[in-house]
């Protein structure tokens, strides 16, 4: 089981991104996914999750309306669109999934699988 993340890079503030993860070895159709992310000397925090047909989606309030998580179940893809960004959005993103189904959730230690994880860079 894999989860592959993509999309990070450099940009300015105020720019925009969008990440994705694709997943592979297992259908996550039925389960939640989500992003973590974590920047330099920082703990690991949560970002955004969806429920597995993507009816519940929550965000952390510090990325609320600037972020959009969405999903594509027949790609087993789950995507992260970044805008506005800002400098301390900078980080590693990591995608999350799990082998259950049930509610979302903002817990890190609630997922399984973990992507490699991609770098954001935001200048200012």
């Known amino acids: 089981v894999q989860l592959q993340a993509s999309g990070g890079g450099l940009v300015q503030a105020g720019g925009s991104l969008r990440l994705s993860c694709a997943a592979s070895?297992?259908?996550?159709?039925?389960?939640?996914m989500g992003w973590f992310r974590q920047a330099p000397g920082k703990e690991r925090d949560f970002v955004a999750a969806?429920?597995?047909?993507?009816?519940?989606?929550t965000y952390a309030d510090s990325v609320k309306e600037r972020f959009i998580i969405s999903r594509d179940n027949a790609k087993n893809t789950v995507y992260l669109q970044m805008n506005s960004l800002k400098p301390e959005d900078t980080a590693v993103y990591y995608c999350?999934?799990?082998?259950?189904?049930?509610?979302?959730?903002?817990?890190?230690?609630?997922?399984?699988?973990w992507g490699q994880g991609t770098l954001v860079t935001v200048s200012s």
């Open positions: 070895g297992r259908t996550f159709s039925t389960s939640p």
């Open positions: 999350v999934s799990r082998i259950r189904g049930g509610p979302i959730s903002r817990a890190p230690e609630s997922y399984d699988y």
């Open positions: 969806m429920s597995s047909r993507g009816h519940i989606k």
